[in-house]
């Protein structure tokens, strides 16, 4: 999949709600799919850890991610039912 051009990194304080479709790295950047939109993250990163540990579980269902300026919790994930 070409990813350079269509990978967006989530800003600071923004939260991306969707279908959390897909998780997948190179090496560079760990990339998340919500409902259609690529996020991009750094490979290596605290929010790319967490990413790849909480999320995997949650395929096909409705999620929230949010990027904070928190060193312990850089990205805040909860399950929207």
Do not use: Q
Request: aromatic share 8%; net charge negative.
């Amino acid at each position: 999949m070409p990813v350079e051009n269509s990978r967006t990194p989530l800003p600071l304080w923004v939260e991306v709600v969707g279908t959390f479709e897909e998780i997948f790295a190179d090496d560079l950047f760990v990339y998340v799919k919500i409902s259609g939109r690529l996020l991009s993250f750094a490979n290596g990163s605290r929010e790319s850890e967490i990413l790849m540990t909480k999320l995997k579980p949650l395929m096909g269902r409705k999620v929230g991610i949010l990027k904070t300026d928190s060193a312990d919790h850089p990205i805040c994930i909860r399950l929207i039912e």
